[in-house]
């Protein structure tokens, strides 16, 4: 972490906005920090070491005792921290919790605490905030860890070394020195080393180990001593089932004779049922016969009938045809009689449109006399308009006048009510500031409310969720102890059943495989079931299950534990900002913001609407001046409009004379003269329409007396033709031998239905010729034979058909064993072979295992080996400087010496002294000597950490104070150390009141103290 700008306000001592550029220093990176005690020299390292964590460099002081007390309650106190971390950039910045007066009013008011973290690596300007990476106090402390690498209190120990505290990473302990280590190193990996090498024998062993038990479950399942007993098993099966297949061979030749005898018995059988089966087919056809006779006598008739079918066809015609002619001669008539009728009454009415000649005439005279009238009535109707058109000018001058006089008098109404209105809206308007900020700092109490109430949400779903992990956990730890009960109970009845099996063996004199005694006074003996390798294996798959389980729940506890912490902490922390409404819900904050949204609402509509009043008054102050020039012109176009009116009427008065009152009106003269001209035209039109409708009807009566003469003697004709057919018709039915019409429609029949009888009587025809001949086929195939005993001929096949299969399920048992057998033989010898493979893979993995997890002389596991190793190079580096610093008389170790399994071996620190040759405890230093090594350390640790690839960076070290021990001759070593870091492009500050610092560093960051504040800036040379 290298600083690059650093600004403080309102942050101890420091009360005015105090901006640091590190990018003054150029290639001079060591500065002295120097100042008056108590003007601000620490508070600047705690400015820095708060920007990042959130906490000052020594942890003396909390976040909110930091604030100035010297400052305005108005101002804020924060800090922002520029920083690089190899080539990107980055921005920090804090507010702690404070007490400031509110921007509204008076009091005060809590402001909570805040956090920002932006990446500025890509920002184009000082504009450009870049790109938040974390907001909210505790996530970007979490994320400042991830980049920088450090907690707050590794960071105090290896980078910001606080006063009084400056020698503890010499002194920590091998505990706390291991984590910073593992830290800075990133050593995580190793430990992954450790743990995969110890399961990876893990695993072998218990490969081993289940191959063993396997082993076992094979020997029991071919319940064999040794595998020379199952190979000796095995060649006894063989031998059998070679006299096995001689007997299922014997056993299938019986079979086909029996089933030889079982066939010929069943033909038998057959031939002489299908002669019975021949005998009741053409019994059943014959039965048929007498419908089939009269079906043929219906087709026959059907035949006759359709000899007379055109004849029939022919006499239906002439029917219709004398039936149509007679009504179309009725209906001639009638249409005849209704000719006449209406030539009669056209006649009558031509007569009477005749006689009305004289009304015509008079209406003529009508038309010519208005029409000679529509001259004066024009000129009438012109005279009347421009009166008109003068009444109505008069009239609307006379409105205009009274409107121009009324918008005078609202105009200055309105210029009075403005007034009254710009007094009432001054006071409201001006809230309008002093609402928005009361509205915006409400706003964030309400957020700060709900996230509150999420919160504390989120806390109640934890613990109800830690509350069911607890319980899982104690579940899987009770069904991981079921698991493994049940697994012993399985071996134990599998090692019960391997004795048992050796028991079974065992016969009086003959030697025990076990033991070699003759005599065995108690062998194995048991009823419990023996599990097979499946069981034992699902059993120990379980086990396996269940501890998997348990590491699950475990973990998930864990994890819910761990996620409490944060939930909490942010809780207390929004209740703090809170303030009073920590006392009040979502809900009342809501109807307080809403009715102060309300309020600020009516103050900027009073605001806007003052400033709408404004402009308007000034509009109304110019519509006044041109509302009375308006006014003026209406007086004087009213009189002129007035004058007009006058002589329109006189001339309409004049034209009004010699024309009658009822014609008087354009419209009614043009009207009256249309009905006369429409009345003329509908008396015309009624004449010739009278003469074309007697012309018409006198045509038309005599072509309909016409048509009634020929259709009369149509009717004549036809009623001949009938009578001809008729005659014929009834001699040849006769003759087809109907009696009646009724005979002859009965017996016909369409061509579909003819086809079908035919096909019917045909198809019984050759049904019968076809029994006969079946029958006597049948009777020929049967002759000599007699029924067969099929019971008896079944029953001895069924019986050499089981003797068959009964043999085969023998051999197939006796296969099946044999075949088990060899498989298990064939797995035995698998076995063997893994078993000795994995044997020889442990005593490697498992030795080398064990090395890496402490099993060792120096009883040192491998990642605080690795640590041991980089720790060397680190002591390594700082010893140079510190032999430099104590004149070639100390340097530093890590102590060899073994310790037991609980300590942290490898990682203590010793000091060799060169003027003794002996080595001692760090902590017998002195205070000057406990400083060069401290330092010497810090240094050493910074260049071994910066040198290995993926290290953290550290390319700042500020120390503070410690310097005032040393001797002259010293501290000039000292100097020329940290001179000669910085010449690496470390950035090294210096806090220290040695007047021998001031000579020797001329880069200096000078704070000085006064009466309202302390001020600090660089001094370069």
């Known amino acids: 972490m290298r600083p690059l700008k650093l600004q403080v306000q309102a942050f101890g001592p420091f009360v005015a906005r105090q901006s640091l550029d590190f990018g003054q220093l150029g290639e001079q990176r060591l500065f002295l920090i120097s100042g008056p005690t108590g ?19 020594g942890e003396e002081r909390s976040a909110e005792q930091l604030r100035s007390q010297q400052a305005d309650p108005r101002e804020r106190t924060e800090v922002e921290l520029e920083f690089a971390i190899g080539p990107r950039r980055y921005r920090i910045h804090r507010v702690p919790r404070q007490e400031r007066a509110k921007l509204r009013g008076s009091g005060t008011t809590t402001e909570p605490a805040a956090a920002t973290l932006w990446e500025r690596t890509d920002a184009t300007g000082p504009d450009d905030e870049g790109r938040v990476l974390a907001s909210g106090w505790s ?53 992954d080393i450790q743990q995969a090498l110890k399961a990876h024998a893990e695993g072998i062993r218990k490969a081993a180990d289940e191959l063993r038990i396997r082993r076992g479950i094979l020997l029991g399942q071919s319940q064999c001593e040794t595998e020379p007993d199952l190979d000796a098993r095995i060649d006894a099966l063989r031998a059998e089932l070679a006299r096995l297949d001689a007997d299922v061979q014997t056993r299938k030749t019986a079979e086909q004779q029996a089933r030889a005898a079982l066939d010929a018995g069943r033909t038998a059988a057959e031939r002489l049922e299908a002669v019975a089966k021949a005998r009741a087919a053409l019994d059943k056809l014959l039965a048929q016969q ?73 209406l003529r005279a009508e038309i010519h006399r208005l029409s000679a009238m529509q001259t004066q009535v024009t000129a009438l109707a012109e005279a009347r308009t421009a009166a008109a058109s003068s009444r109505r000018d008069a009239e609307q001058a006379t409105v205009r006048l009274r409107q121009a006089e009324r918008a005078t008098d609202a105009a200055r109404q309105a210029l009075r009510d403005a007034q009254t209105r710009r007094e009432q809206l001054a006071q409201p308007a001006s809230r309008r500031e002093l609402l928005t900020g009361r509205l915006a700092e409400l706003r964030q109490q309400t957020e700060r409310r709900r996230r509150l109430e999420q919160v504390d949400a989120d806390r109640a779903t934890l613990a109800a969720q830690l509350g069911t992990a607890a319980e899982s956990e104690a579940q899987a730890t009770a069904a991981l102890q079921a698991a493994r009960d049940r697994h012993e109970l399985l071996l134990r009845r599998w090692r019960d059943g391997q004795a048992q099996h050796l028991a079974a063996a065992l016969e009086p004199g003959a030697p025990c495989p076990v033991c070699g005694a003759t005599d065995h006074p108690a062998p194995a003996l048991g009823d419990a079931e023996i599990p097979d390798e499946p069981t034992l ?24 534990r761990q996620q409490t912490a944060q939930p909490d902490a942010e809780a207390t922390g929004l209740a703090d900002a809170l303030g009073d409404w920590a ?40 519509r006044i001046i041109e509302d009375e020039r308006a006014l003026e012109h209406a007086r004087r176009a009213q009189q002129q409009a007035g004058e007009a009116l006058a002589a329109a009427e006189r001339s309409l008065h004049e034209r009004s004379a010699g024309i009658p009152e009822q014609w008087r009106a354009p419209e009614a003269l043009r009207e009256a003269l249309a009905d006369r001209r429409r009345q003329l035209t509908q008396a015309e039109q009624a004449l010739t329409d009278a003469r074309a409708t007697a012309q018409r009807t006198t045509q038309a009566q005599a072509a309909a007396e016409t048509r009634q003469q020929t259709l009369a003697q149509e009717l004549a004709d036809a009623e001949t033709r009938l009578a001809t057919t008729e005659a014929t018709w009834q001699q040849r039915r006769t003759d087809a031998g109907f009696v009646c019409d009724a005979d002859f429609a009965d017996a016909r029949r369409d061509q579909t239905e003819q086809a079908a009888l035919a096909q019917h009587i045909s198809a019984h025809q050759d049904a019968v010729a076809a029994a006969r001949t079946t029958l006597a086929n049948a009777e020929a195939a049967a002759q000599g034979l007699t029924a067969p005993d ?98 070639g008389r100390y340097r530093l170790l890590r102590s060899t010496e073994a310790g037991d399994r609980r300590s942290l071996g490898g990682l203590d620190l010793i000091v060799e002294d060169g ?15 406990g400083f060069q090594a401290a330092l010497s350390l ?84």
């Open 39 to 57: 003007a601000g020299k620490t508070t600047l390292l705690d400015a820095i070491a708060f920007a990042l964590y959130g906490a000052s460099s």
């Open 139 to 191: 996530k970007v402390t979490e994320q400042v860890e991830t980049l920088v690498g450090f907690r707050g209190d590794e960071f105090r120990q290896v980078v910001l070394l606080p006063q009084g505290r400056f020698r503890e990473l010499l002194t920590a302990g091998a505990r706390e020195r291991e984590q910073i280590l593992q830290t800075l190193f990133r050593t995580e990996r190793f430990a």
């Open 290 to 362: 007498a419908r089939v006779d009269a079906q043929a006598a219906e087709l026959d008739a059907a035949q006759r009938a359709d000899g007379l079918r055109d004849l029939h066809t022919q006499l239906a015609g002439r029917r219709d045809e004398q039936r149509r002619l007679a009504q179309a001669r009725q209906a001639a008539a009638g249409d005849a009689e209704q000719a006449r009728t209406a030539a009669e009454q056209a006649a009558a009415a031509l007569q009477q449109e005749a006689e009305k000649e004289p009304t015509r005439d008079a």
């Open 537 to 560: 294996n699902a059993a120990k798959s379980s086990t396996a299950q269940a501890e998997s389980a348990l590491d699950a729940a475990r973990r998930r506890l864990a994890e819910l």
């Open 583 to 622: 006392k009040h819900g979502s809900a009342d904050l809501d109807q307080a913001l809403d009715a102060l949204r309300l309020e600020l609402t009516q103050a900027q509509d009073a605001a806007e609407a003052l400033e709408r009043l404004d402009a308007e008054r000034a509009m109304l102050e110019q």
């Open 790 to 887: 099929l019971t008896a001929l079944t029953r001895a096949a069924e019986q050499a058909t089981a003797a068959r299969e009964q043999a085969e399920t023998t051999r197939s048992s006796s296969a099946a064993e044999c075949q088990r057998l060899t498989g298990l033989a064939g797995q035995l010898t698998e076995v063997a072979k893994a078993l000795d493979d994995n044997e020889g893979r442990y005593a490697v993995a498992g030795r080398i295992a064990d090395v890496a997890n402490s099993d060792n002389p120096h009883r040192l596991s491998f990642q605080r080996f690795v640590l041991g190793a980089l720790l060397d190079d680190v002591l390594r580096a700082a010893s140079e400087r510190f032999l430099a610093m104590s004149r």
């Open 915 to 929: 003027y003794t040759g002996l080595t001692r405890p760090v902590s017998t230093l002195s205070g000057g000597e």
């Open 938 to 1021: 810090a240094l050493g640790l910074a260049e071994t950490v910066q040198a290995y690839a993926g290290g953290v960076r550290l390319d700042a070290i500020f120390i503070d104070e410690g310097f005032g021990s040393l001797d002259p001759e010293a501290l000039e070593l000292a100097v020329d150390t940290l001179i000669d870091l910085q010449r690496g492009g470390r950035i090294v500050g210096v806090i220290s009141h040695v007047p021998e610092l001031k000579e020797r560093i001329d880069v200096r960051l000078e704070v000085t103290a006064g009466r309202s504040g302390s001020t600090a800036g660089f001094v370069l040379p």
